[in-house]
């Protein structure tokens, strides 16, 4: 799956999790490559936490000067809101 930022095509791959490389020895859900223009995130991810993990690594690639801090809690409010309002991802 294709989607355009900020005027450039990114690739979104659901992959699964031992694909995504790790990040200081920690396990990541998902993964912005800005090099490769790709979003990755983990299949494993359902639900109100995959909406959060695509949201944050979105944000990555929207703005790659902002902090992880800021990300973690743009991310986290913008995706509990969305969920709150009844956003749900439609399988086609
Ligand atoms: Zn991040």
Redesign the pocket.
């Given at each position: 799956m294709h989607i355009s930022i900020k005027g450039r095509k990114w690739a979104v791959i659901f992959c699964p999790l031992k694909d995504i490389p790790m990040k200081n020895g920690e396990t990541?859900l998902?993964?912005?490559d800005y090099d490769n223009k790709t979003i990755f995130i983990a299949d494993t991810t359902h639900g109100e936490e995959r909406l959060a993990t695509l949201t944050?690594?979105v944000?990555?690639a929207v703005d790659d000067k902002l902090t992880?801090k800021r990300?973690?809690d743009l991310?986290n409010g913008v995706a509990r809101a969305l969920w709150k309002l009844g956003y749900r991802r439609i399988e086609s």
């Open positions: 990541l998902g993964l912005c944050h690594e944000l990555h992880e990300v973690k991310a």
